[in-house]
Nanobody, 123 residues
Framework: QVQLVESGGGSVQAGGSLRLSCVGS????????LAWFRQAPGKEREGVAA????????EYADSVKGRFAISRDNAKKTLYLEMNSLKPDDTAMYYC????????????????WGQGTQVIVSS
């Protein structure tokens, strides 16, 4: 079955960096659109960044543009999120998601999800 496993979360101070990874299995990884989402306590899940199957297309939420970078390695079946200049507002559980058809940042449109990795940014 489809499996997505995130890693790389942790606690950092504001201004720091983290790199999240998400390894996929059980599906045709290179044909799927992938994305990162996040959810803070008491808030709705929001899209952070999305990437096309080839990696040539990317989309970012305004709140992370210029600070975060999404990338993928189809040979390794791994999705990445490089996060720089982290802010306390970036504190959340981060999830990766996959879908064979949808390219965008709407969480309701993605069919497969990982369990998440926690990111905490202290001021």
């Amino acid at each position: 079955q489809v499996q997505l496993v995130e890693s790389g979360g942790g606690s950092v101070q504001a201004g720091g960096s983290l790199r999240l990874s998400c390894v996929g299995s059980g599906f045709t990884y290179s044909s799927n659109y992938l994305a990162w989402f996040r959810q803070a306590p008491g808030k709705e899940r929001e899209g952070v960044a999305a990437i096309s199957p080839s990696g040539s297309g990317t989309e970012y939420a305004d709140s992370v543009k210029g600070r975060f970078a999404i990338s993928r390695d189809n040979a390794k079946k791994t999705l990445y999120l490089e996060m720089n200049s982290l802010k306390p507002d970036d504190t959340a559980m981060y999830y990766c998601a996959a879908d064979p058809w949808y390219y965008g940042l709407s969480p309701s449109r993605f069919t497969s999800w990982g369990q998440g990795t926690q990111v905490i940014v202290s001021s």
